[in-house]
């Protein structure tokens, strides 16, 4: 008998090989599927103008109130030490957890996010798998996942134990492939994940404007996809105003 929380496609071929008779006669047992799984969490997706814009989105969302405690997947491991670090100079309780931290480490902090001493974890992937703990009340994608199933395993530590959970998601213009890639993870879930835009300086580190027309679709459309060449109110004003000085210099 083999036992496996999780049994990706290239898993499941190498337990055949080793399997009498190339496993006809394995019998497969799945508890649940994904999607059954994260029908109670609502997905939301943030497109931000640049690394800053989303670094203070991120902030806006960390003092919501009604966050318990919240998982910050970040893509690489400088990325999450210098993210929970900024994180607690700004006074939030917050700890990094990645692959390059001891065991013991690991387990400290792991612990005291259990105990209710940490509110928010600052993680690799190293943390999508295994983490059960039924207070994460939200999760936040910083950095996006490699893989589509990734995005599937992150999102999968909120909403714990019949509970609601919240998954955000921030993306920039550069991120749009994996987002199209990861759509079709979005369109599986019973509970389709929201698209939002919010327009540029729209949020601030206290306080954001709600974003405007917000869009409930199963996948990407192409007007939640940001486009290049398109000139912002900013960018209009600047070429208005260099034409005036131009023409009283005239």
């Known amino acids: 008998m083999m036992f496996s929380a999780t049994f990706a496609p290239r898993i499941q071929q190498l337990a055949m090989r080793v399997m009498h008779d190339g496993g006809a006669s394995v019998q497969k047992i799945q508890i ?148 199209l890639t990861s759509k079709a993870t979005a369109a599986s879930s019973s509970r389709p994940m929201s698209f939002r835009a919010w327009s540029p300086c729209s949020a601030c580190p206290r306080r954001a404007r709600r974003p405007t027309m917000p869009t409930v679709v199963a996948g990407v459309t192409a007007s939640s996809v940001p486009r290049r060449g398109v000139p912002t109110v900013a960018a209009l004003v600047v070429v208005a105003l260099v034409a005036v000085s131009t023409t009283a210099n005239m």
């Not at 990094?96 to 902090?109: E, I, K, M, P, T």
């Not at 994608?141 to 490699?146: E, F, I, K, R, T």
């Not at 530590?157 to 955000?168: H, I, P, Q």
Request: net charge positive; proline share 2%; hydrophobic share 40%.
């Open 32 to 179: 649940d599927s994904p999607q059954e799984k994260h029908a109670n969490i609502k997905q939301m997706l943030y497109w931000a103008d640049n690394a800053q814009h989303k670094r203070k989105m991120l902030d806006h969302w960390l003092r919501d109130t009604t966050i318990n405690q919240a998982i910050v997947f970040a893509s690489t491991q400088v990325e999450c030490d210098g993210l929970a670090a900024d994180l607690q100079q700004e006074g939030f309780s917050a700890v990094a957890l990645h692959g390059a931290l001891s065991q013991g480490l690991r387990n400290r902090r792991l612990m005291a996010l259990r105990q209710g001493q940490v509110q928010i974890l600052v993680a690799t992937d190293v943390a999508a798998r295994g983490i059960d703990v039924p207070t994460i009340t939200h999760v936040f994608n910083y950095g996006l996942p490699m893989k589509a199933e990734d995005y599937t395993h992150r999102i999968g530590r909120t909403g714990r134990a019949g509970r609601d959970g919240l998954a955000v998601t921030f993306a920039e213009f550069r991120d749009r492939r994996n987002i």
